[in-house]
């Protein structure tokens, strides 16, 4: 038996609930060490991840689609960042979905996503995604909670749809408490650096957190499926968090294994004068 890879700790089954009030953003649990032992552990595991970008890019007839969601201040740029840092550029695309346009707004729901998805040899990143329109819209009443359980029927139908012509699908939750989020949200007051990210929006919708975490569980238990599941990483501590996300990319893409593609015929032996 193989052993059970190590990202099955955040995996969400097919078919059961999520209580996100189990699962405690701050731990460490199965971390190989302390802080600096997983950045240790980190570092190995990104270079492992840039030889398999490498290879399904070479491969050129697959793809890789990772969506981050997260509350605000939840981590989704700073895991960009820190998981993607020596991986080619050339093969990672982010997508960033904002509040859609107006021309957005007049087409469904996917229409903006589907256009993002990765091509061919390609690893996209969406950082917030489709899901957006099953969280921010329903815990705002933008639409009614009949059209959210359609949306949970379409969202599946996409997915299964960009599995089934060659794209692997990823969904991962970075979940942290309110008490992270408000340090988190003070930081970017605080600190001149962090300024720029400072939206007094943001405290508007930290009000309505605990209608977030129900819209979460309730999309999470309703799209997690075995071709396109959904990973929920305590995010308190973005060493933890970024090991983690790291095994969840690295065990999706060995389970793909991309390889190479073989020699033409002939090339093996050739000597270039
Ligand atoms: P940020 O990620 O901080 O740049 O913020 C992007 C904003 O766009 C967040 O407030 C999201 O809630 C919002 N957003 C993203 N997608 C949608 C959507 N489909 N409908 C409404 N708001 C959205
Ligand atoms: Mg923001």
């Not at 087409?107 to 969280?135: C, K, M, T």
Request: charge should be neutral; avoid cysteine; charged fraction near 30%.
């Amino acid at each position: 038996m193989p052993s059970r890879p190590v990202s099955d700790r955040w995996r969400i089954r097919p078919r059961t609930t999520v209580d996100l009030a189990a699962i405690d953003p701050g731990t460490k649990a199965g971390a190989p060490g302390d802080k600096l032992a997983t950045k240790d552990a980190s570092a190995v595991l990104r270079a492992r991840l840039a030889e398999l970008q490498a290879r399904l890019y070479a491969e050129g007839s697959r793809s890789l689609l990772v969506v981050l969601q997260a509350m605000d201040a939840g981590g989704k740029d700073g895991t960009v960042r820190a998981v993607f840092e020596g991986v080619n550029p050339q093969g990672v695309r982010v997508a960033s979905f904002k509040a859609p346009t107006a021309q957005e707004l007049a087409h469904d729901f996917l229409w903006r996503i589907h256009a993002q998805a990765p091509g061919d040899g390609e690893i996209a990143v969406f950082n917030r995604s489709h899901y957006e329109d099953v969280l921010v819209v329903r815990v705002h009443g933008l639409v009614g909670e009949d059209v959210v359980r359609a949306r949970f029927r379409r969202i599946r139908a996409f997915e299964e749809l960009l599995v089934g012509e060659g794209t692997t699908v990823v969904k991962i939750m970075l979940h942290i408490s309110p008490e992270e989020q408000r340090t988190r949200l003070q930081e970017r007051v605080d600190d001149p650096a962090k300024r720029w990210k400072f939206n007094a929006a943001d405290l508007a919708e930290r009000e309505h957190w605990d209608a977030y975490q129900r819209a979460f569980e309730d999309a999470i238990a309703a799209t997690t499926t075995r071709d396109a599941p959904w990973y929920v990483v305590p995010g308190d501590r973005n060493w933890y968090r970024n090991w983690a996300v790291l095994n969840i990319l690295v065990d999706t893409l060995e389970r793909l294994d991309p390889q190479y593609p073989p020699a033409p015929a002939g090339v093996e032996g050739t000597v270039v004068e």
